[in-house]
């Protein structure tokens, strides 16, 4: 055990819990980080917001990678998956705004690999098959297997659904 100036304990290594688990556990303060059972627990204390590349995290969960250029992925979540494949969720700068974030999913295939099926970008545009979103359209598909596209927007003045389909050259 390490203790403080104050005596208080600010890190155990190597103990041994009740059911002889192992554990490590470091106390600060504001929060805590232990290992117990196999479990990684975060009692973050002050504002309660965990950090992944961020030292003053602004969300409960606030993870930053600096961004790439247009169009690159960064701060990637991976859920579940396979060894070290799986769906990703990651945020894209779609512009050349730093400021304009997206969201790109992706899902994972054995045979086609990783894929960014579904795209949100900043001005409430989505792109399901597609991370290029039609200007004006606020939903655009497009089929990978069979080469047709739809485009869902208001047209011209009117009040309603434009629907709009088309072979790709």
Known sequence: ??????GTEVMTIAAID???????????????I???GGDLVLSPGGSGNVGIGTASPQQKLHIFQTEGGVGAKHATIRLG???T?????AAYRHTGNSN?????FSTYHNSNGTTDTM?????????IGTTSLGAGAKLNVVSGSSAYTAQFSKHD???GLFLHSEAEA
């Open 119 to 127: 795209t949100l970008d900043s001005n409430g545009l989505v792109g």
């Open 157 to 159: 003045a009117d009040d």
């Open 18 to 32: 009740s059911n002889g688990d192992g554990y490590i556990n470091f106390n600060s303060s504001p929060g805590t």
């Open 85 to 89: 494949v799986g769906p990703d969720i």
């Open 81 to 83: 998956g396979y060894s």
């Open 1 to 6: 055990k390490i203790r403080n100036s104050s």
């Open 34 to 36: 232990n290992t117990n």
């Open 100 to 104: 304009d974030q997206g969201l790109i």
